[in-house]
């Protein structure tokens, strides 16, 4: 399997890529990892004239937090493992660790990028639900300037996003998860490696000194067009302990809103039935983490 | 558009002139002739072309040749050494990990991966250290058992060396 031929650009600086891709325009795709954009150029799905690597700009590189926010900044071009794998992250932001961890495989983890995740803006994309959940802010620099899009916003349907194409996603936001918060990516495929999700559940919870549940996020994955919140799980959680009625209520409140489709790796009706079945077990892990300081 | 990067490959530099819409597993088995490492899928479903590129076990069909330049990368013909064949590629021969071979390279080099990070793994931490190699022989377990027994005696090694 061939690669067409395209002329090759790897930028040193921010600058000299941005000044690269206003040049070509659309007629320029932006190599990240490469796990799908190669891809999808051998099987001929695009025949880009011109492709710009990212993988030699500093400015996009790197892991790091801040000492007093806690708030912690991944630069674009940060493989999947390497998240997967970070102590920080692990600890304080588990579920983006988690959901990493479910991407691809090992050797796939090794070139995939968190940008590239994003970018590529698929509906059962494994950082997605995790993304949304910790209320991550992308940053998307272009020829005047950079703007923070919040990532619900950020994508709008299958493998499109509001990033023009004189835009690079350069960085990429989370403020620090107040204590009592627990996180939690569940993702149900047939096998599990290599594997694009059936379904996938992301839910965030914090709890008061009582054990009612204090704040919620729930996003699902693979069940429309782009990951989804489920605001109306998330309002029956909020104000309630996470006992059996608040379970079953907020379970059923996130089958009942999703409309999934049918298709190759599930029919909608059984979706439906997993998003209601993966809620219900995700609020009571995130709960259990909650308590046991496991964001 | 050709152009001319240096890759150290298995200890040796080679400066190479490359299309751009090559591969580094093509670049690997048609420029440099080592052809132990292979192409299947070619699209990062299979990890036969697996190799190790700055450490870590990647997809060599989904790097370009012209991403390589400037790193290091160790294919499975690295591994031998001045005492034969690596404790793995003996452990995989010995235990009958080995059928028709396809997969053996790219196994190997994510298994040498995994026990560098973690020379004492359970079968399941081997189990997902290759869960991006396909094997369609052996049904998995007699390689599971040969990353174990290459496990034990990479540590016994390991500890005759130091003592």
Redesign the interface.
Same mark, same amino acid.
């Given at each position: 399997?061939?690669?067409? &031929?395209?002329?090759?650009h790897?930028p040193e600086t921010l600058d000299e890529c941005l000044s690269l891709l206003d040049r070509y325009g659309s007629d320029a795709a932006v190599?990240a990892g +490469? %796990?799908d954009l190669? =891809?999808n150029m051998? &099987?001929g799905l695009i025949r880009p004239s011109v =492709?710009v690597?990212l993988?030699r700009v500093g400015e996009l590189q790197g892991i790091s937090t801040d000492g007093d926010s806690g708030k912690l900044r991944l630069g674009s071009m940060v493989t999947m493992?390497a998240i997967a794998t970070h102590q920080v992250i692990k600890k304080h932001f588990s579920i983006l660790a988690q959901g990493a961890q479910r991407l +691809?495989?090992?050797?796939?983890r090794?070139?995939a990028t968190i940008g590239g995740n994003l970018v590529t803006a698929r509906p059962a994309a494994d950082s997605h639900g995790p993304l949304i959940c910790l209320g991550a802010q992308i940053e998307l620099t272009g020829p005047s300037g950079s703007r923070k899009v919040p990532v619900e916003d950020f994508f709008q349907g299958p493998g499109t996003s509001v990033r023009r194409s004189n835009e690079v996603l350069t960085q990429i936001t989370i403020d620090k998860i107040p204590p009592k918060c627990g996180g939690v990516y569940l993702k149900y495929g047939i096998r599990? %490696?290599?594997e694009i999700s059936v379904v996938n559940v992301s839910v965030l919870l914090c709890l008061e000194k009582d054990k009612t549940i204090a704040h919620a996020r729930v996003a699902l994955g693979a069940v429309s067009p782009k990951t989804i919140r489920s605001p109306d799980t998330e309002r029956c959680l909020i104000g309630n302990p996470p006992d059996e009625k608040t379970l079953k209520k907020a379970a059923e409140a996130a089958a009942a809103r999703c409309q999934p489709i049918s298709d190759i790796r599930g029919s909608a009706e059984y979706r439906q039935i997993l998003v209601e079945v993966l809620t219900r077990r995700g609020i009571e892990e995130a709960a259990r983490r909650a308590l046991s300081r496991k964001v | 558009?050709a152009?001319t990067i240096q890759i150290t490959v298995n200890g040796v530099s080679h400066d190479l002139l490359v #299309?751009?819409?090559? /591969?580094l597993a093509q670049v690997i088995r048609e420029d440099l002739g080592l052809t132990g490492t292979k192409q299947g899928c #070619?699209?990062?479903?299979c990890?036969v072309c /697996?190799v190790i590129?700055d450490g870590?076990?990647? !997809?060599s069909c989904?790097?370009?040749a012209? #991403?390589a330049a400037g790193h290091t990368i160790t294919t499975i013909e690295g591994l031998v050494g001045e005492r034969g064949l690596h404790p793995l590629q003996s452990a995989f021969v010995n235990e009958g990990a080995i059928q028709c071979g396809f997969c053996t390279s790219g196994m190997i080099l @994510?298994a040498k991966v995994l026990l560098d990070h973690n020379p004492h793994p359970t079968r399941q931490d081997i189990r997902?250290?290759i @869960?991006? !190699?396909l094997c369609r022989c052996t049904g998995y377990q007699k390689i599971v058992d040969a990353v174990e027994v290459a496990a034990k005696m990479l540590t016994s090694e390991k500890g005759n060396d130091d003592g």
């Amino acid at each position: 399997m061939l690669l067409p &031929k395209f002329t090759f650009h790897e930028p040193e600086t921010l600058d000299e890529c941005l000044s690269l891709l206003d040049r070509y325009g659309s007629d320029a795709a932006v190599l990240a990892g +490469g %796990t799908d954009l190669l =891809v999808n150029m051998k &099987k001929g799905l695009i025949r880009p004239s011109v =492709v710009v690597s990212l993988s030699r700009v500093g400015e996009l590189q790197g892991i790091s937090t801040d000492g007093d926010s806690g708030k912690l900044r991944l630069g674009s071009m940060v493989t999947m493992d390497a998240i997967a794998t970070h102590q920080v992250i692990k600890k304080h932001f588990s579920i983006l660790a988690q959901g990493a961890q479910r991407l +691809g495989s090992p050797l796939i983890r090794n070139r995939a990028t968190i940008g590239g995740n994003l970018v590529t803006a698929r509906p059962a994309a494994d950082s997605h639900g995790p993304l949304i959940c910790l209320g991550a802010q992308i940053e998307l620099t272009g020829p005047s300037g950079s703007r923070k899009v919040p990532v619900e916003d950020f994508f709008q349907g299958p493998g499109t996003s509001v990033r023009r194409s004189n835009e690079v996603l350069t960085q990429i936001t989370i403020d620090k998860i107040p204590p009592k918060c627990g996180g939690v990516y569940l993702k149900y495929g047939i096998r599990k %490696t290599l594997e694009i999700s059936v379904v996938n559940v992301s839910v965030l919870l914090c709890l008061e000194k009582d054990k009612t549940i204090a704040h919620a996020r729930v996003a699902l994955g693979a069940v429309s067009p782009k990951t989804i919140r489920s605001p109306d799980t998330e309002r029956c959680l909020i104000g309630n302990p996470p006992d059996e009625k608040t379970l079953k209520k907020a379970a059923e409140a996130a089958a009942a809103r999703c409309q999934p489709i049918s298709d190759i790796r599930g029919s909608a009706e059984y979706r439906q039935i997993l998003v209601e079945v993966l809620t219900r077990r995700g609020i009571e892990e995130a709960a259990r983490r909650a308590l046991s300081r496991k964001v | 558009m050709a152009q001319t990067i240096q890759i150290t490959v298995n200890g040796v530099s080679h400066d190479l002139l490359v #299309e751009s819409n090559r /591969t580094l597993a093509q670049v690997i088995r048609e420029d440099l002739g080592l052809t132990g490492t292979k192409q299947g899928c #070619e699209i990062g479903d299979c990890g036969v072309c /697996t190799v190790i590129l700055d450490g870590k076990a990647v !997809n060599s069909c989904l790097v370009l040749a012209v #991403e390589a330049a400037g790193h290091t990368i160790t294919t499975i013909e690295g591994l031998v050494g001045e005492r034969g064949l690596h404790p793995l590629q003996s452990a995989f021969v010995n235990e009958g990990a080995i059928q028709c071979g396809f997969c053996t390279s790219g196994m190997i080099l @994510s298994a040498k991966v995994l026990l560098d990070h973690n020379p004492h793994p359970t079968r399941q931490d081997i189990r997902q250290g290759i @869960s991006g !190699n396909l094997c369609r022989c052996t049904g998995y377990q007699k390689i599971v058992d040969a990353v174990e027994v290459a496990a034990k005696m990479l540590t016994s090694e390991k500890g005759n060396d130091d003592g």
